[in-house]
């Protein structure tokens, strides 16, 4: 199910993760509507951190080290409210939201 972006039809894998990064804001706002997410400041924090990380490692953390990684960069935040923001997993949703590919293995490497 490709995403239309600007007119453009984006590739993805079977579970509607892109095949290649894309770091538009579009983007952003097309998945996220995509998954019923109302994107908040918070949501764009843990995006812009998730890109940043993907950008630096070639790949984005596992939820763990993401839970103490995004500590760094939003003050008061735990697991709970990582899982406010994306219900269905913070590192896998918050990857497809961000248009980031899919996270390899199980712990979301």
């Known amino acids: 199910m490709p995403y239309t972006v600007n007119g453009n039809d984006l590739e993805t894998d079977d579970q509607g993760y892109l095949l290649e990064a894309d770091y538009s804001d579009e983007v952003v706002q097309v998945i996220a509507a995509a998954e019923g997410i109302t994107l908040t400041d918070k949501h764009w924090a843990v995006v812009n951190y ?10 984005t953390p596992n939820f763990r080290n993401m839970l103490k990684g995004i500590g760094e960069v939003m003050e008061g935040i735990d697991s709970k409210g990582l899982y406010d923001l994306f219900p269905v997993g913070p590192a896998k949703q918050g990857c497809k939201v961000a248009g980031l590919p899919q996270p390899l293995g199980k712990g979301g490497y």
């Not at 998730?50 to 790949?59: A, Q």
Request: aromatic share 10%; glycine share 10%.
């Open 50 to 59: 998730l890109r940043d990380e993907y950008r630096e490692h070639g790949h």
